[in-house]
């Protein structure tokens, strides 16, 4: 598993010191090899744990870098998940309204790549930002269509992750957007490219493939 993949495990899991340091370990490999996806993915993991630490202008910057080298590099897989980071970045900074508009792009730019794992998780980032807009009774057939198929690949669903903002007065900057579920460290288990095994890994870490897409309902005002 590559530091940009611990990087975005640790996050999941909400071990943001351990997504750091695994992020700006993927920085390094990313700038030695030149790779733009490599440093996109560091870079919106990176982002995503500095606003844990209250910092939500650097997390944005480095989320909007992300998308933008997402972008250049021209994979949609790398930027519906730079979208994602951004967009709850953006919630979890107190701006529910443009976490909405980005979330929805990146269910879109998911879908279009069958990418259902990170289409899950775009759509409940859209769902909770539609709460916190006071929408809820839109976001609720996205959540439970999250839950249900979250539970048959073996996903956490949305109710495992309670910390996330649910209305406008639940939005303040670093308010995380995901409570860890299992005491061990998210890289138990787990290998890097070079072999070294890894500490902690809780099972719902490790996703199924090859589930088909499921639709997301349209609330037909942001398009």
Same mark, same amino acid.
């Given at each position: 598993?590559?530091?940009?993949?611990?990087?975005?495990?640790?996050?999941?899991?909400?071990?943001?010191?351990?997504?750091?340091?695994?992020?700006?370990?993927?920085?390094?490999?990313?700038?030695?090899?030149?790779?733009?996806?490599?440093?996109?993915?560091?870079?919106?993991?990176?982002?995503?744990?500095?606003?844990?630490?209250?910092?939500?202008?650097?997390?944005?910057?480095?989320?909007?870098?992300?998308?933008?080298?997402?972008?250049?590099?021209?994979?949609?897989?790398?930027?519906?998940?730079?979208?994602?980071?951004?967009?709850?970045?953006?919630?979890?900074?107190?701006?529910?309204?443009?976490?909405?508009?980005?979330?929805?792009?990146?269910?879109?730019?998911?879908?279009?790549?069958?990418?259902?794992?990170?289409?899950?998780?775009?759509?409940?980032?859209?769902?909770?930002?539609?709460?916190?807009?006071?929408?809820?009774?839109?976001?609720?057939?996205?959540?439970?269509?999250?839950?249900?198929?979250?539970?048959?690949?073996?996903?956490?669903?949305?109710?495992? &992750?309670?910390?996330?903002?649910?209305?406008?007065?639940?939005?303040?900057?670093?308010?995380?957007?995901?409570?860890?579920?299992?005491?061990?460290?998210?890289?138990?288990?787990?290998?890097?490219?070079?072999?070294?095994?890894?500490?902690?890994?809780?099972?719902?870490?490790?996703?199924? &493939?090859?589930?088909? @897409?499921? @639709?997301?309902?349209?609330?037909?005002?942001?398009?």
């Amino acid at each position: 598993m590559s530091w940009a993949a611990i990087a975005r495990v640790c996050c999941d899991a909400g071990c943001w010191a351990e997504a750091a340091e695994a992020a700006e370990q993927a920085l390094l490999i990313a700038l030695q090899v030149g790779s733009l996806r490599i440093e996109s993915m560091a870079l919106h993991e990176l982002g995503f744990a500095i606003l844990q630490r209250g910092d939500s202008v650097h997390a944005r910057k480095l989320c909007a870098q992300a998308l933008d080298m997402a972008r250049r590099h021209g994979s949609r897989h790398q930027e519906g998940c730079a979208l994602t980071r951004l967009a709850e970045v953006a919630l979890g900074s107190g701006d529910a309204d443009t976490a909405m508009q980005i979330a929805e792009e990146a269910v879109q730019a998911l879908t279009e790549v069958s990418a259902a794992v990170r289409r899950l998780q775009a759509m409940q980032v859209y769902a909770r930002a539609l709460t916190a807009v006071g929408r809820a009774a839109e976001a609720a057939p996205i959540l439970d269509t999250v839950t249900q198929a979250s539970r048959h690949i073996g996903l956490p669903g949305p109710e495992q &992750h309670s910390g996330m903002p649910t209305s406008r007065t639940d939005l303040k900057p670093g308010s995380p957007s995901a409570t860890p579920t299992d005491s061990r460290s998210p890289t138990e288990g787990m290998t890097d490219k070079s072999g070294v095994v890894l500490r902690g890994a809780p099972s719902h870490h490790r996703f199924s &493939h090859g589930v088909e @897409p499921i @639709p997301i309902p349209h609330t037909g005002q942001h398009r």
